[in-house]
T-cell receptor, first 115, second 110 residues
Framework: GAVVSQHPSWVICKSGTSVKIECRSL??????MFWYRQFPKQSLMLMAT?????????EQGVEKDKFLINHASLTLSTLTVTSAHPEDSSFYIC???????????FGPGTRLLVL | GQNIDQPTEMTATEGAIVQINCTYQ??????LFWYQQHAGEAPTFLSY????GLEEKGRFSSFLSRSKGYSYLLLKELQMKDSASYLC???????????FGRGTSLIVHP
C-alpha cells in the first residue's frame, strides 16, 4: 500500500512554456501533499504544502504565481511551472500523507529540463 | 530555525556494518525519519522514531536519543545495492512537516 505516482517522469520544454506535473495517491486518500525540488547532490527543498480543497502554503522564496499548485481531490495534486526558464530545470518530487499516516510517501519524481 | 547535520559522504565494504549519524536542533520534536534515495530516484521510507531507543527492521536499524538530539541509522551486511543517499528528516514540535538534512552519500565497494 501507500503508492504515489507522478506524471510525467521527465519533460523537456522550451523556455517560456508552461509544464504541468501530476501527483496521484493510488491506494489511499492524501489529505496533504507536498511538492519538493531537488538540485543535483543537494537535499530536498520543500516548495509548498497543500491540503485538499484549500490553497497551498508556499515556503519562503517560492513564487506562488510561478509554481501553481492545485489539490482538487483527495488523490490528485498538480504543480504547474508557468513560463519555465532554464534555471527551473530540476528534479521535482511530490509526496503524500493520509490522515492516519505518520510518514509521507514519495512519488517517483519528474525531471524537468528547460532549454 | 531547524538544523540537521549528517556526514556528507561515507564509504564501506560489502558485508560490513556502517553507522550513519544525524544530529538535530529543532523547536520541539515530533518524530525523526530516515529515507533512502538512489541516484535519480525519489526517496523511499526506511524508518520512523518518535521514542528513545532502537528500532530494528531487517538489516536496517534506527536509534534515537531525544535528550541528545541524536539519531543513527545502522546498516548491517552491506550490499552493493545499499549504495545510495540516506536522508535524515525531523519533524519539529506541533508540525507534521519534516525538515530534511542534506543526506549522506554511502558508497559500498567490493
Amino acid at each position: 500500500g501507500a503508492v504515489v505516482s507522478q506524471h510525467p517522469s521527465w519533460v523537456i520544454c522550451k523556455s517560456g512554456t508552461s509544464v504541468k506535473i501530476e501527483c496521484r495517491s493510488l491506494d489511499f486518500q492524501a489529505t496533504t501533499m507536498f511538492w519538493y525540488r531537488q538540485f543535483p547532490k543537494q537535499s530536498l527543498m520543500l516548495m509548498a504544502t497543500s491540503n485538499e480543497g484549500s490553497k497551498a502554503t508556499y515556503e519562503q522564496g517560492v513564487e506562488k504565481d510561478k509554481f501553481l499548485i492545485n489539490h482538487a481531490s483527495l488523490t490528485l495534486s498538480t504543480l504547474t511551472v508557468t513560463s519555465a526558464h532554464p534555471e527551473d530545470s530540476s528534479f521535482y518530487i511530490c509526496s503524500a500523507r493520509g490522515d492516519n499516516q505518520e510518514t509521507q510517501y514519495f512519488g517517483p519524481g519528474t525531471r524537468l529540463l528547460v532549454l | 530555525g531547524q538544523n540537521i547535520d549528517q556526514p556528507t559522504e561515507m564509504t564501506a565494504t560489502e558485508g560490513a556494518i556502517v553507522q550513519i549519524n544525524c544530529t538535530y536542533q529543532t523547536s520541539g520534536f515530533n518524530g525523526l525519519f530516515w529515507y533512502q534515495q538512489h541516484a535519480g530516484e525519489a526517496p523511499t521510507f526506511l524508518s520512523y522514531n518518535v521514542l528513545d531507543g532502537l528500532e530494528e527492521k531487517g538489516r536496517f536499524s534506527s536509534f534515537l536519543s531525544r535528550s541528545k538530539g541524536y539519531s543513527y541509522l545502522l546498516l548491517k551486511e552491506l550490499q552493493m545495492k545499499d549504495s545510495a543517499s540516506y536522508l535524515c528528516a525531523v519533524r519539529p514540535g506541533g508540525s507534521y512537516i519534516p525538515t530534511f538534512g542534506r543526506g549522506t552519500s554511502l558508497i559500498v565497494h567490493p
